[in-house]
C-alpha cells in the first residue's frame, strides 16, 4: 500500500457492452388472459363453479403480470368476464361448490 493513488482497474481492457438483438418478452400475461377466458367461457357454459373460480385465478395473474403498454381492454374484458362467470354459476345454484373428483 505504498501508493495511495494506483487504480487496479485497466481502463485499456474495457469494452462497450454490446445488445445482440437478444431481446425477452414474457407473455405470461397474454396467455393468463386466454386461459381465464377460456376457462370462464366453459365456466358459463357447463355451470362448473371450479372453472369460473380457475378464470378469476388466472385474470388476477394476468392482471398482476401485465405491463403499462399492454392493451387494458383484454384485460379488462378477461377480468370482468370471469367474475360474471362465478356470479352467474352461484345464481344458478346457490349451494357450495363441489369437485368432481370428491363426488
Excluded at 18 to 35: A, H, K, L
Excluded at 40 to 59: D, T
Amino acid at each position: 500500500m505504498s501508493s495511495g493513488t494506483s487504480d487496479p482497474r485497466r481502463l485499456d481492457k474495457a469494452r462497450r457492452m454490446r445488445n445482440f438483438g437478444m431481446t425477452f418478452e414474457d407473455f405470461t400475461s397474454d396467455y393468463m388472459s386466454v386461459i381465464g377466458m377460456l376457462f370462464s367461457m366453459f365456466g358459463l357454459m357447463m355451470r362448473m363453479k371450479w372453472c369460473a373460480w380457475i378464470a378469476i385465478y388466472c385474470s388476477c395473474i394476468g392482471f398482476a403480470s401485465s405491463r403499462i403498454q399492454d392493451d387494458a381492454k383484454q384485460i379488462f374484458s378477461s377480468y370482468m368476464l370471469s367474475i360474471s362467470a362465478v356470479v352467474m354459476s352461484y345464481l344458478q345454484n346457490p349451494s357450495p361448490m363441489t369437485f368432481p373428483f370428491t363426488q
